[in-house]
């Protein structure tokens, strides 16, 4: 336990305690003052113990010492899953089947057999989100952040090719240390990444290289500096009238590649901005807005950046990140390399055209 985490512990208890004096001693941190009126000490202990590190309370003459010891306790638990979270991730399993059937040419309604063509698909997209939506969820339990488990949205196949909207978790209390926002942010697209990247690997081994058809309708999948480099691995000397027909593991790796840039920007309450907001503090706001005034130019490339900074200012109606207590304390050179890391996914995922109809 370090000062910043010990103060921390501290602030949550604003409420009931009033702290006079701080220090340190053998190696753990102590804490004198009195309990405000209306408090007493099991109003204190019960905050302490959902904290995770070692507290013992003591009171004497009215003076309360609080000593803080240890590291962090990790404790997952297994937790029950609601009917809702459930439902919803069912529910899309069904739609991802679908979607990925249809990909293989399925007619499931004359043949309702052919919706097992499309488990790869379901398997490894939702095997991405998943692993992206747990990260979140793993570190937030590790920093002692209430969030739920991830909500699978699911999307009709018919009208959205994937049949997923995405996941997420929602946080369900405050994130005050500057470490957690950046780990609990960066932990999910690293997951995302690290399961996308074999998947699309996999997927471009097992796709078949066709004959461009200049009059041929379909959608042309934009590239990214990744996509590129294992295109050349796995598909050297491609000739310029032969493309690649995605095997729908490979897109499911695609996606994930797509939704992992997409949730690296450094706008708001998205995993970038969280990462950014830790790294650079009020520096945030100018670093957000650069980022949301570069979708215009590229809407002019794709309509799809503009789609997306409506749905950024619908759903979050601001650039800025919401102010967290211990801004000012430093990150540590381990969180700094993984705010680094997240840097350059977002350069090796980024694609300037996701989506384009000929």
């Given at each position: 336990?370090?000062?910043?985490?010990?103060?921390?512990?501290?602030?949550?208890?604003?409420?009931?305690?009033?702290?006079?004096?701080?220090?340190q001693?053998?190696?753990?941190?102590?804490?004198?003052?009195?309990?405000?009126?209306?408090?007493?000490?099991?109003?204190?202990?019960?905050?302490?113990?959902?904290e995770?590190?070692?507290?013992?309370?003591?009171?004497?003459?009215?003076?309360?010492?609080?000593?803080?010891s240890?590291?962090?306790?990790?404790?997952?638990?297994?937790?029950?899953?609601?009917?809702?979270?459930?439902?919803?991730?069912?529910?899309?399993?069904?739609?991802t089947?679908?979607?990925?059937a249809?990909?293989?040419?399925?007619?499931?309604?004359?043949?309702?057999?052919?919706?097992?063509?499309?488990?790869?698909?379901?398997?490894?997209?939702?095997?991405?989100?998943?692993?992206?939506?747990?990260?979140?969820?793993?570190?937030?339990?590790?920093?002692?952040?209430?969030?739920?488990?991830?909500?699978?949205?699911?999307?009709?196949?018919?009208?959205?090719?994937?049949?997923?909207?995405?996941?997420?978790?929602?946080?369900?209390?405050?994130?005050?240390?500057?470490?957690?926002?950046?780990q609990?942010?960066?932990?999910?697209?690293?997951?995302?990444?690290?399961?996308?990247?074999?998947?699309?690997?996999?997927g471009?081994?097992?796709?078949?290289?066709?004959?461009?058809?200049?009059?041929?309708?379909?959608?042309?999948?934009?590239?990214?500096?990744?996509?590129?480099?294992?295109?050349?691995v796995?598909?050297?000397?491609?000739?310029?009238?032969?493309d690649?027909?995605?095997?729908?593991?490979?897109?499911?790796?695609?996606?994930?590649?797509?939704?992992?840039m997409?949730?690296?920007?450094?706008?708001s309450?998205?995993?970038?901005?969280?990462?950014?907001?830790?790294?650079?503090?009020?520096?945030?706001?100018?670093?957000?807005?650069?980022?949301?005034?570069?979708?215009?130019?590229?809407?002019?490339?794709?309509?799809?950046?503009l789609?997306?900074?409506?749905?950024i200012?619908?759903?979050?109606?601001?650039?800025?990140?919401?102010?967290?207590?211990?801004?000012?304390?430093?990150?540590?050179?381990?969180?700094?390399?993984?705010?680094?890391?997240?840097?350059?996914?977002?350069?090796?995922?980024?694609?300037?055209?996701?989506?384009?109809?000929?």
């Amino acid at each position: 336990m370090n000062e910043a985490q010990f103060r921390q512990t501290l602030v949550k208890l604003d409420g009931n305690f009033l702290l006079k004096q701080i220090g340190q001693s053998n190696g753990s941190w102590i804490a004198i003052g009195r309990l405000l009126s209306g408090s007493d000490i099991g109003d204190v202990q019960r905050i302490l113990n959902k904290e995770p590190f070692d507290y013992l309370i003591s009171s004497e003459n009215e003076v309360i010492t609080i000593t803080g010891s240890g590291e962090a306790n990790v404790i997952l638990r297994i937790p029950k899953i609601p009917k809702l979270h459930l439902g919803l991730f069912l529910a899309t399993v069904l739609t991802t089947l679908i979607a990925g059937a249809m990909m293989e040419g399925a007619n499931i309604f004359s043949n309702p057999m052919e919706i097992t063509k499309g488990i790869p698909f379901s398997f490894t997209l939702l095997l991405i989100l998943g692993c992206h939506e747990f990260g979140h969820y793993y570190y937030a339990i590790k920093h002692n952040v209430d969030a739920t488990l991830p909500y699978f949205i699911p999307a009709p196949p018919f009208l959205f090719l994937i049949g997923t909207f995405g996941a997420f978790i929602k946080i369900k209390s405050p994130i005050y240390r500057r470490d957690a926002l950046l780990q609990i942010g960066a932990a999910g697209p690293i997951a995302g990444f690290i399961i996308a990247v074999p998947a699309l690997i996999i997927g471009l081994m097992i796709s078949s290289v066709v004959t461009v058809d200049s009059e041929q309708v379909g959608i042309i999948l934009g590239d990214s500096i990744l996509m590129k480099l294992l295109t050349f691995v796995i598909h050297p000397g491609l000739p310029e009238n032969m493309d690649i027909l995605l095997h729908p593991v490979a897109f499911a790796g695609w996606i994930g590649l797509l939704v992992t840039m997409l949730n690296l920007l450094p706008i708001s309450q998205l995993d970038g901005g969280h990462i950014a907001y830790a790294m650079l503090g009020e520096k945030h706001k100018t670093v957000a807005k650069a980022a949301f005034l570069t979708l215009l130019p590229l809407s002019f490339l794709s309509l799809n950046w503009l789609i997306w900074g409506v749905l950024i200012l619908v759903l979050m109606r601001s650039t800025k990140h919401p102010p967290i207590h211990d801004i000012k304390t430093p990150l540590s050179k381990e969180n700094m390399y993984i705010g680094y890391a997240c840097l350059v996914i977002f350069f090796l995922c980024f694609i300037p055209v996701p989506f384009q109809i000929p």
